[in-house]
């Protein structure tokens, strides 16, 4: 079992840092996900725990022992970096055993191990071929049967999901679950796309500008973002996130303008509101119109986009609960201000913790 920690560690490229007094502890054997923004520090962390960079302060432990100053060698991580690259003139054989044989293992042991992590992959049947014989999934299960190779009890994949379409990424998404099962290992997992990080984590780590904002499972961010990132992470269709500014108690962002408590300073604030909390009609407390620019019918959801003087709003509601509005027609909508979420345009975090609604 590995328990790994990260104690304030910090990285800078330039005087900027990357990676910025991280803390974190990761749950041994747990599917975690570290979920942020195109370079919020997702791809460096990783780099500063398999040992490709050095941090310039703050420590790395893994299963009690300090490894900050390791040679990458001497830690029992297995790695999928985010841009992998097969060797073309190698079979897929040769590109998994590559580490191992460049670590000077021997001939049973590079067997035996390439053996395993094909077969977890299913692809002991393409060994054989070369990288240009295969198809982009198989491609991607190779490099993945390369970093799982280890025998390691932390496996840390940088978004290697990226770039696959749809389905492909459905099905290695339920496989890699499913591979962390069998393998008995924690599996710390990058990815800037909301729908990986809510499919696969047990515990959700959102990160941004290099530093943790919040960490717990999905329901419990869901329920309480503390940040304009788990607001915008957590949760489909992506929730309204709009400009404005706060005076007197009441927030005005675009074409909004609603009460909001008084913890909520006069000054320049990010508003959040969740597509769900929006209803067709004016029965809740704060009222608006708009014009229908698309209706998509998911089924049992109904997901409309409305043009509101200008700003887009996309609400969402049962199928069940209304008749689907017309493309280009005028609807009412209103939401209750209670349901207004209020952050600091400056560091993202929650400003309306201690609102009390009216
Ligand atoms: N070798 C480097 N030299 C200088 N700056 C770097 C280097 N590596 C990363 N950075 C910077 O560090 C920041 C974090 O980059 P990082 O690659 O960790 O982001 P990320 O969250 O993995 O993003 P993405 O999702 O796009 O992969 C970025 O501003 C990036 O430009």
Not at 173 to 191: H, I, S
Not at 267 to 276: D, I, Q, S, Y
């Amino acid at each position: 079992m590995s328990s790994l920690a990260f104690r304030d560690l910090t990285k800078r490229y330039k005087g900027q840092p990357a990676v910025d007094h991280f803390d974190l502890d990761v749950e041994p054997r747990s599917f975690t996900v570290l979920c942020g923004p195109p370079k919020s520090g997702k791809s460096v962390l990783f780099r500063l725990l398999v040992g490709l960079e050095k941090p310039d302060a703050g420590r790395i432990m893994l299963a009690g022992e300090d490894i900050t100053d390791r040679a990458p060698a001497a830690r029992a991580i297995g790695y999928v970096p985010q841009s992998f690259a097969l060797y073309p003139h190698l079979t897929v054989y040769d590109n998994i055993a590559y580490p191992l044989a460049l670590a000077g293992a021997s001939r049973d042991e590079i067997a035996r191990r390439v053996d395993r992590a094909t077969s977890l992959l299913s692809i002991g049947h393409l060994v054989k071929k070369t990288p240009d014989q295969l198809s982009g999934g198989e491609k991607q299960r190779t490099a993945l049967a390369r970093g799982l190779l280890k025998d390691a009890s932390l496996f840390v994949l940088d978004d290697p999901l990226v770039g696959l379409d749809y389905k492909l990424r459905e099905r290695l998404m339920d496989e890699l679950k499913a591979l962390r099962q069998d393998l008995k290992a924690t599996f710390l997992y990058a990815t800037s796309d909301s729908l990986e990080a809510l499919t696969m984590a047990q515990s959700l780590v959102v990160i941004d500008r290099g530093r943790v904002v919040q960490q717990g499972d999905v329901i419990g961010l869901y329920h309480a973002p503390r940040h304009v990132r788990s607001l915008e992470l957590v949760g489909f269709p992506k929730a309204n996130v709009l400009a404005g500014v706060a005076a007197g108690g009441v927030v005005t962002a675009g074409p909004l303008r609603c009460p909001v408590g008084a913890s909520v300073r006069d000054g320049p604030v990010t508003v959040g509101l969740r597509p769900e909390a929006i209803r067709l009609g004016s029965s809740r407390g704060v009222a608006g119109k708009g014009r229908v620019r698309l209706v998509e019918n998911l089924g049992g959801e109904l997901v409309v986009y409305v043009d509101v003087s200008g700003t887009d709003l996309v609400m969402s509601f049962p199928v069940t609960d209304a008749a689907a509005p017309v493309f280009d027609s005028t609807v009412a909508f209103s939401f209750d201000p209670a349901d207004v979420l209020v952050f600091d345009p400056g560091d993202g975090r929650r400003l309306d913790k201690a609102t009390t609604h009216g």
